[in-house]
Nanobody, 115 residues
């Protein structure tokens, strides 16, 4: 199982980024995918999760209305579209899935929101 995030970077407040998480080593279309984020010195916090298709999504309150999840099962990729970014969104963003009772994580991608 491998998860590879990309798309992070530096963006000004109010800007947008789209993160990608490309999966391999398992049947991607059969599993929920979740994004987390972490700032230095703190634990990882869930951001949003998507079910087996785009109709099944859940967002934490602090990103609801600004972030949008989607997935391309043929490409084995889940996307996190982040709009109206705020400095407090600065974090390392990770994608995660559960298989067979184990959690699998990507290496993370840094998002920095700053003027």
């Amino acid at each position: 199982v491998q998860l590879v995030e990309s798309g992070g970077g530096l963006v000004q407040p109010g800007g947008s980024l789209r993160l990608s998480c490309t999966a391999s080593g398992f049947t991607f279309s059969h599993y929920d995918m979740t994004w987390y984020r972490q700032v230095p010195g703190k634990g990882r916090h869930m951001v949003a999760t998507i079910g087996l298709d785009d109709r099944l999504t859940y967002y934490e309150d602090y990103v609801k209305g600004r972030f949008t999840l989607s997935r391309d099962n043929a490409a084995g990729t889940v996307y996190l579209q982040m709009n109206s970014l705020k400095p407090e969104d600065t974090a390392v963003y990770y994608c995660m899935t559960h298989l067979g009772g184990s959690a699998y994580w990507g290496q993370g991608t840094q998002v920095t929101v700053s003027s």
